[in-house]
């Protein structure tokens, strides 16, 4: 949950914070034997540019890309290698609305905003989860998912699997810890959420991205306590049960929070936000300087920015 959310939902941060890797121990970060994958930012200057962005969801076919920048769910299509200019979203523009995720099929998105659950309503929650469905190449008007999943006025991080259920963060009570939850989809209702577990029930879990599925997860967790942030973790389903999340480990995880994972289309690919910079290193040239300050310009300045890394190494050992 990136930062653009910490100040609505008063969450734990910065000095509050323990890494969960502590506490994991022995979670290897990688397999035996392989080598990080390497992080890039995604379409610099483009989707990636100098406001905050964040939670990347694609269409099935990866041509087209839905994101928040700054409180607004922005769309862009691509064309060979080449991504549009970001415009507003149909259903986005008016409320705070964030954490866009499309459905496997690319059906209906779900995606947080505070706007109001009825027109004449006097107060908005603090953020709820609205759907939107594909009819006829649009984006339908936005309806108000039933109290299964917005059971109170803070609900984030929607994550949609393959047969329509949902996955979400929730405080289980005030002034708790986020915790996630799943709520079944079944003949065309949304069931009674229940609460996701991997073994730790003291953990912050957050920002979940489930393989349609439901093979995998990724999500950003967390211990409270001091000087610590959200890292990156990976679980699989075995037995019907989630195995111990493992680290996605450091070059995945920055230095700061690192949050708000999604999957790609063939959900081979991992994308998140994060606050991560480029050192500049001293001395430099006055080209470097140069090519510095146009970075910098560009996406590179402290913001939200989209990253991906490929998830193959963690993915492919599974079937090994």
């Not at 121990?25 to 406001?51: D, N, W, Y």
Request: aromatic share 10%; charged share 15%.
């Amino acid at each position: 949950m990136g930062t653009l959310l910490h100040w609505f939902t008063n969450r734990p941060t910065g000095s509050t914070m323990v890494a969960i890797a502590v506490i994991l121990g022995s979670a290897a970060a990688l397999p035996a034997g392989a080598q990080a994958p390497v992080a890039t930012v995604f379409a610099p200057g483009r989707i990636s540019g100098p406001a905050n962005d964040a939670d990347a969801a694609f269409t099935p076919d990866g041509d087209t890309i839905y994101f928040s920048r700054n409180s607004t769910i922005m769309v862009a299509h691509r064309t060979g290698a080449t991504w549009s200019t970001p415009a507003i979203a149909s259903f986005s523009g008016t409320w705070n609305d964030q954490q866009p995720t499309m459905a496997p099929s690319g059906a209906f998105m779900v995606f947080v905003s505070n706007r109001p659950i009825q027109a004449t309503d006097a107060t908005r929650p603090l953020g709820n989860m609205w759907r939107v469905n594909r009819v006829a190449g649009r984006w339908s008007e936005p309806t108000h998912l039933p109290a299964a999943i917005n059971r109170d006025n803070s609900t984030w991080a929607p994550s949609i699997a393959g047969d329509g259920s949902v996955y979400f963060m929730e405080r289980a009570a005030k002034g708790a810890p986020f915790r996630l939850w799943r709520s079944q989809y079944q003949n065309g209702e949304y069931l009674a959420a229940t609460p996701v577990f991997f073994g730790d029930s003291t953990t912050q879990d957050v920002d979940p991205a489930v393989a349609p599925d439901e093979s995998f997860i990724v999500f950003g967790s967390m211990h409270l306590g001091p000087n610590e942030h959200e890292r990156l973790f990976i679980a699989f389903k075995e037995n019907g049960a989630w195995s111990r999340p493992v680290d996605l480990g450091d070059s995945v995880n920055g230095p700061d929070d690192t949050n708000e994972a999604r999957l790609s289309p063939d959900h081979r690919t991992l994308y998140f936000s994060g606050t991560r910079t480029t050192p500049i290193r001293f001395p430099r040239t006055r080209a470097q300087a140069a090519a510095d300050l146009a970075r910098i310009e560009s996406w590179d300045n402290g913001n939200l920015n989209i990253w991906s890394v490929p998830l193959a190494t963690w993915l492919d050992a599974r079937h090994e």
